[in-house]
C-alpha cells in the first residue's frame, strides 16, 4: 500500500496539504482547534472531501474561533446543518461547538490548548494509546483514528512523513514535540 508522501505529489489536493501543513507544529489555539474539527469530520470519509470542503468550514465555523463557536447557539446548529459546503451530522457539529468549550476550558487550567498538549507531551503522554485515553476523557467524538491523526498531524506523534520524504527533513527543522523526545528522553 503506497504511503501518503508517494500519493499527494502531484494531486491537486493532497499535494498542498502533505507539503505545507500535515505533520507541520501548531502553536496557535485556533488552528488547533480547526484540525481537530476537521479529524472530527472526516470520520467515516475520505480527508480529500474534507479537504475539498476545508475553506467552506472555515467559513461555516467563523475561521475556528473557539469563543465563537463555544457561543454557538441552536439558531448555529440549524445553519451548519443547513449549509452544503461542509458535512451536515448533527453529532459532529455539535461535538465541534462542544470542544469549542471544553478548550476554554483548558485555558483556564493550563493557559492554552497548546498548553495542555505540551503539558501531557513533557509529562510522559508520547503514545497513541495514552493519548486516547487522555482525549475520551477530555473531548468528545474522539476515537482512536481521529486522535491519532490530530497528533500526528499536528506533530505530536510520528508517522506524517516517510524518512526519505523532502517535506520530513523540513518538519524536523521544526523540531516537533514527538522529535524532541529523542533528544530529551
Not at 502533505?18 to 479529524?39: K, S
Not at 469549542?100 to 510522559?124: C, E, M, N
Not at 510520528?158 to 523540531?175: M, Q
Request: overall charge neutral; some cysteine.
Amino acid at each position: 500500500m503506497p504511503t501518503y508522501c508517494e500519493i499527494a505529489p502531484g494531486h491537486e489536493w493532497h499535494r498542498p496539504y502533505h507539503d505545507h501543513e500535515y505533520g507541520y507544529p501548531l502553536h496557535d489555539d485556533n488552528a488547533l482547534f480547526e484540525r481537530l474539527v476537521l479529524e472530527i469530520n472526516q470520520a467515516g470519509l475520505s480527508w480529500l472531501t474534507i479537504l475539498k470542503k476545508k475553506a467552506a468550514f472555515n467559513i461555516a465555523f467563523d475561521g475556528f474561533d473557539i469563543d465563537t463557536v463555544a457561543a454557538y447557539g441552536e439558531a448555529d446548529v440549524a445553519r451548519l446543518l443547513a449549509d452544503a459546503g461542509i458535512i451536515r451530522n448533527r453529532l459532529k457539529v455539535r461535538a465541534a461547538i462542544e470542544n469549542a468549550k471544553r478548550i476554554q476550558q483548558l485555558r483556564h487550567t493550563h493557559g492554552s490548548f497548546k498548553a495542555w498538549l505540551d503539558h501531557h507531551h513533557r509529562a510522559g503522554t508520547h503514545d497513541k494509546a495514552a493519548w486516547m485515553t487522555l482525549f475520551k476523557k477530555t473531548f468528545v467524538f474522539t476515537g482512536g483514528e481521529i486522535v491519532n491523526e490530530f497528533l500526528m498531524s499536528t506533530g505530536y506523534l510520528p508517522g506524517c512523513h516517510t524518512p526519505d520524504c523532502p517535506i520530513y527533513a523540513k518538519i524536523a527543522a521544526l523540531n516537533p514535540p514527538w522529535m524532541r523526545l529523542r533528544v530529551e528522553g
